[in-house]
DNA sequence: GTCAGTGCTGCACACGTGTGCATCACGGAG
DNA sequence: CTCCGTGATGCACACGTGTGCAGCACTGAC
């Protein structure tokens, strides 16, 4: 927050004038050289560089942007880099952005709106030349950077998608319709929805989803058996323990994401229970654990990292100034493993 | 890579400059305003700020810590953000680093030696007041940069403990030694160590930690209890299926992570055995699945995120001038939950 | 009326880099 | 010898901000 204090003067590195002065020659051919602008002459050009290795000589980015007007920055604003499903993300956002070239910076909002402002702000001081935010809940606080200047942003996942031109999004529909179809053909027919209630766009979706299967399954839909954690494990503890209080509890749960899916399996064993013999189970993100819970999980995969490749690269074609696909939709893919079996008995 | 091509341009920001001329003033005295400088008029100044927040003029990051010989950004190297482990540390920085007005450069290595130069070289143009390394396997590549400029570096879990002067380290061998200690309190005699060949440090001393309690306890440290694994969980199936394969398998593994722990077990699923009740495990890390886990994993727990803020915090005594404690050993505690349980029978 | 003091403001430079334009040396053609 | 083209280099400015120092206007004391 503040940032002042009486600071250790580190050793000042070499600016191009001192390669310049060793030199014998001007900055500018020393610019010109390390850029190997076809004037310099060859022989200098390769003393100067060598000079420059030798010296240890990096140009500063500042500097640089300063006069080029870029950065070649960007920011990534995340709800929390704990959450593994955005550290899959961010994975493939650093390593596309790193192999063009570009520095991300990155930070946390922990969904808290005033935090997230001081984000864009300090985004803002850096003069990044794009942003990708995921996850958002408070997309709205954007628009005023958005409009002032015209710094790109790709939102992934986010939820309020109409806000904005460019968007990764995975299709949470189809992956929770999916979802509930495979326990359906397994022949369950009370099945439960585990939500998000944070998860504004994306529970909404994933809930309709799961309804829509249920309706060409002509299976009626019943309210008691929807109900909310917040999309981490802990949370489903109370959801997963009010589904098993039910008069007529379900036979199969279609949860938010592998980590509610985590703490609603936590709890069906504690209440003595078992998955997937009792009660089956799907999640949503397929993280990297998931394949080695026990059970396996059955679940939607996300390709995290694709999609975070997906969002930098739109980023840089938007900076090329290359027209882009507005609006990604990426298909979630089902996969089958060891939490989801036929139910015990005909309910 | 490149970083080339054409760009849109994008609104140029306000300037000091144009907020000068907006209030009929010099550059100055606007620059002084916003400092709140005692020398400049309360009420100009206060028409001054007015001006700036009216046309959202944020100052130039760059511009400033041209001058300013300081940029205010700190650069985190990782081996892999998807790593929970990192995850979890690079909360612990960034939460510290945003509190004192640090923006963050976060950068995967992928414990790539090239890549990681890479990196090093970009920070070094960026002009970062600080790096912090996470569990690097190439700590000797920092010396030149360290050497060249005065950069601060903190390593946090680093592999290559004496080079540098500032590091944050778990307490690896008294930690190893209580988990053994525990199992050997249930009546364990057959424990095997599961460790990671990459992880140089860390894995030398959790394997001499459980080395210890063996001798502590009188039983006789065995050469074919030891196998190696890396650090993840789909490589610890093979070195745990050799343990299985043995005459005389153990009755216990104490793993070199939690992740390790989670493949170990997996693969003891996988061959119809049971934990705990074949086989007991231990982990290390406490991530924040692992009481979720079926059993739920008896571990270490690394205080990640505070990990995390005292290297952050560290690098700010530094820039500070303070006198910081250089090598801070942080201790881990034991968590028993239910993946340790006595042998079924005596060995 | 002069002078010192005070309160405020602007000038001018610095930070490190990129680049349009002028300049300079040189060589060849007329 | 003069003229002009060519290849290489330096000058000078710009980018946006911070700051030492000079300078201004005004006030009050003598």
Same mark, same amino acid.
């Given at each position: ?16 004038? +001192? ?8 900055? $500018? ?26 010296? *240890? ?31 899959? &993300? ?31 702000? $300090? ?6 030349? /794009?942003?990708?935010?995921?996850? $958002?809940?408070? *997309? ?28 990764? &999004? ?16 397994? /022949? ?6 585990? *939500?998000?209630?944070? *998860? ?26 929807? &109900? ?43 209440? /003595?229970?078992?998955?997937?013999? +009792? ?53 979630? $893919? ?14």
């Amino acid at each position: 927050m503040d940032g002042a204090g009486i600071f250790k003067t580190p050793a000042k590195p070499a600016s191009i004038k +001192d390669i310049a002065r060793l030199a014998n020659v001007s900055h $500018s051919t020393v610019s010109r050289a390390l850029h190997h602008h076809p004037l310099v002459n060859e022989e200098t050009a390769e003393r100067i560089r060598k000079l420059a290795r030798q010296h *240890g000589y990096r140009p500063s980015a500042a500097a640089r942007s300063l006069v080029t007007q870029r950065s070649y920055t960007i920011g990534v604003v995340v709800t929390s880099i704990s959450d593994p499903f955005v550290a899959g &993300v961010v994975t493939g956002i650093e390593e596309v952005a790193s192999r063009h070239g570009f520095s991300v910076f990155l930070a946390n909002s922990n969904a808290d709106p005033e935090q997230e402002i001081r984000v864009v702000q $300090s985004f803002d001081e850096r003069r990044v030349d /794009g942003i990708v935010v995921t996850s $958002s809940r408070v *997309g709205a606080l954007y628009v005023p950077v958005l409009s002032r200047r015209q710094v790109p942003i790709v939102l992934l996942n986010n939820q309020h998608p109409s806000e904005f031109a460019y968007s990764v &999004v995975i299709d949470s529909t189809q992956g929770s319709l999916d979802a509930a179809n495979h326990l359906i053909d397994l /022949g369950h027919r009370r099945i439960a929805y585990l *939500g998000d209630e944070f *998860g504004r766009q994306s529970d909404t979706e994933r809930l309709s989803g799961y309804r829509e299967a249920l309706t060409q399954a002509g299976l009626r839909f019943n309210r008691e058996l929807v &109900v909310h954690g917040d999309g981490k494990a802990e949370g489903a503890i109370r959801p997963m323990s009010q589904l098993l209080a039910h008069a007529h509890p379900p036979t199969a749960v279609v949860c938010y994401n592998d980590m509610s899916a985590l703490g609603a399996m936590h709890q069906i064993r504690a209440a /003595g229970l078992r998955v997937p013999e +009792d009660i089956s189970i799907t999640g949503f993100d397929d993280l990297h654990i998931s394949q080695f819970l026990n059970p396996p999980l059955t679940t939607i995969r996300q390709p995290m990292p694709e999609m975070g490749r997906m969002a930098m690269e739109t980023l840089i074609a938007l900076l090329s100034g290359n027209v882009s696909q507005q609006n990604i939709l990426v298909p979630g $893919s089902l996969i089958v493993r060891a939490s989801t079996a036929p139910p015990k008995e005909i309910s």
